[in-house]
């Protein structure tokens, strides 16, 4: 039997304080302004959500601001071989 164990690696930090935001668009935030603390790498997190217009482009809509949580369950994954 053999086992390929991957292992998601959450590196410790200095603790950052991160601006969150649930709709932040040219310089504001529009919905949701906040901060967290959060002592994983990368630290703040930025998503940046696009929606698809009727001219058949992808449109920037929005940017989420907020902490990275490190490491869940879900960044490990087993793969076992028989």
């Not at 969150?20 to 906040?34: D, E, I, Q, T």
Request: charged share 15%; with cysteine.
């Amino acid at each position: 039997v053999s086992i390929l164990i991957i292992f998601l690696i959450c590196l410790q930090t200095q603790a950052a304080v991160c601006m969150v935001c649930k709709s932040f668009k040219k310089g504001h935030c529009l919905v949701g302004k906040s901060n967290c603390t959060t002592k994983y790498s990368p630290g703040c997190r930025t998503r940046d959500f696009f929606i698809f217009s009727g001219t058949g482009k992808w449109v920037h809509n929005h940017t989420e601001l907020d902490c990275y949580k490190g490491c869940w369950l879900e960044g490990i994954y087993l793969l076992l071989q028989r």
